[in-house]
């Protein structure tokens, strides 16, 4: 399995680069995780907008599906210039009906998951984890029957995280405040408490994404490295894992 980052930032884009969009692939099959603004951009420089096989949404907030729109509109001229008929499997919660109605378009068709039960797509197994933040938002544990990687989505630290991602190959937080800051009324973690959940989980790698526009980002690390003594990175465009 290799995990690749194409959008890391919180609540907008910075210059050049996009908000959540993580690529997942395996033996040819690349799936998306959330879509964020700047994603189908940046996500270009790495494969095909043709080549992705599955996306997979982990809730509705702009940051996170900003650019599902655009996706359809691609998926609808591919499939005009070339004739065919491709659709695309859009999946996400059906908590908020009108949301998940609109991930069905002409060649894109949104998948209702149930987060109670495992969701098979393609090579990947996905089990589902409800975070705290304002609206229904679902972590995962994505694994391929020999690696597991974490992403927690948008979320305050919850101690059902140690659990849901102990022994991960790959951990990707929510990092949107400093140490010492309080972001659980936004729905989002610290440093520290993401340091936490990796240090406790026992899991090989952290990544800090979701990344605050405020501050000096290499403090991040700096203030996780204090909890964690595995490997730990600061989410950049491109940056990878293979398992």
Same mark, same amino acid.
């Given at each position: 399995?290799?995990?690749?980052v194409?959008?890391?930032?919180?609540?907008?884009?910075?210059a050049?680069?996009?908000?959540?969009?993580?690529?997942f692939?395996r033996d040819g099959?690349?799936?998306l995780?959330?879509?964020g603004s700047g994603?189908?951009?940046?996500?270009?420089?790495?494969?095909?907008i043709s080549d992705?096989d599955?996306?997979?949404l982990?809730h509705?907030h702009h940051d996170?599906?900003?650019?599902?729109g655009a996706l359809?509109?691609?998926c609808?001229?591919?499939n005009?210039?070339?004739? =065919?008929?491709?659709?695309l499997p859009i999946?996400?919660?059906? &908590? !908020?009906?009108?949301?998940f109605?609109q991930? /069905?378009h002409? +060649?894109t068709?949104g998948?209702?998951?149930?987060p109670?039960d495992p969701?098979q797509?393609?090579?990947?197994?996905?089990?589902?984890?409800k975070?705290?933040?304002?609206?229904a938002?679902?972590?995962?544990?994505?694994?391929?029957g020999?690696?597991?990687v974490?992403?927690?989505?948008d =979320?305050s630290?919850?101690?059902e995280?140690?659990g849901f991602a &102990? !022994?991960?190959?790959?951990?990707?937080?929510? /990092?949107?405040f +400093?140490?010492g800051m309080?972001g659980?009324?936004a729905?989002?973690?610290t440093?520290?408490?993401?340091a936490?959940i990796a240090?406790?989980?026992?899991v090989?790698?952290?990544w800090l994404?979701?990344?605050p526009h405020f501050?000096?980002?290499p403090?991040?690390?700096?203030?996780a490295?204090?909890?964690f003594?595995?490997t730990?990175q600061i989410a950049? &465009?491109?940056?990878?894992?293979?398992g």
């Open positions: 399995m290799k995990v690749t194409i959008g890391y930032w919180g609540a907008y884009p910075a050049g680069s996009a908000t959540s969009g993580y690529l692939e099959f690349r799936m995780v959330d879509c994603v189908l951009s940046r996500m270009q420089q790495f494969v095909k992705v599955a996306v997979v982990s509705y996170h599906i900003a650019d599902i359809q509109y691609a609808l001229v591919k005009t210039l070339n004739e =065919t008929s491709d659709i999946y996400g919660h059906a &908590e !908020e009906k009108e949301k109605d991930l /069905t002409q +060649y068709k998948h209702r998951y149930n109670e969701l797509v393609g090579p990947f197994t996905i089990d589902f984890q975070t705290q933040h304002p609206v938002c679902y972590g995962m544990r994505v694994s391929d020999e690696h597991s974490v992403y927690t989505a =979320t630290y919850m101690k995280w140690i &102990e !022994e991960a190959d790959l951990l990707i937080t929510d /990092t949107n +400093y140490k309080d659980s009324k729905g989002h973690m440093s520290e408490e993401a936490t240090a406790e989980a026992k090989d790698t952290l994404s979701h990344l501050g000096q980002l403090r991040l690390r700096q203030e490295e204090d909890v003594k595995g730990i950049e &465009e491109g940056l990878s894992w293979s």
